[in-house]
């Protein structure tokens, strides 16, 4: 069993910043690629941003020069920092990452997400 929690969504104004956490835990013998995707009303989920354990980075490019994804010490954890927002940011922002389960396989799994509100 392998738990995603996310925190950081909040209502900020446009130009504003925020920082998304993301920390995994429960039977982990380790964690490939982390990454958030957004999903706004009435769109399909999208991708953010990702990063591997080797620490290789990859953007949309809607946020590239914007948004920074990082990884903890621990590896089992995942930020974004945000800055520059913009209403089209408005969106909830999903956690994945890729596990390596203790005993089984890898799977993927996901956070319950973390509301991000851009008022103009």
């Known amino acids: 069993q392998v738990q995603l929690v996310e925190s950081g969504g ?26 958030w995707y957004r ?8 991708l953010v941003a990702t990063i591997t354990s080797g620490g290789s ?5 809607s ?3 914007r948004f920074t994804i990082s990884r903890g010490i621990a590896k089992n954890t995942v930020y974004l920092q945000m ?3 913009k209403p089209d940011d408005t969106a909830v922002y999903y956690c994945n ?4 389960v203790r005993g ?10 973390t509301q991000v509100t851009v008022s103009s």
Do not use: H
Request: charged share 15%; proline share 2%; aromatic share 8%.
């Open 10 to 35: 909040d209502l900020v104004q446009v130009g504003g910043s925020l920082r998304l956490s993301c920390v995994a835990s429960g039977n982990i013998f380790s964690i490939n690629t982390m990454g």
């Open 39 to 46: 999903q706004a009303p009435g769109k399909q989920r999208e």
């Open 57 to 61: 980075t990859n953007y949309a490019d």
């Open 63 to 65: 946020v590239k020069g």
């Open 83 to 85: 800055n520059n927002l």
């Open 97 to 100: 990452a890729a596990v390596q």
């Open 104 to 113: 089984t396989g890898a799977y993927d799994y996901w956070g319950q997400g």
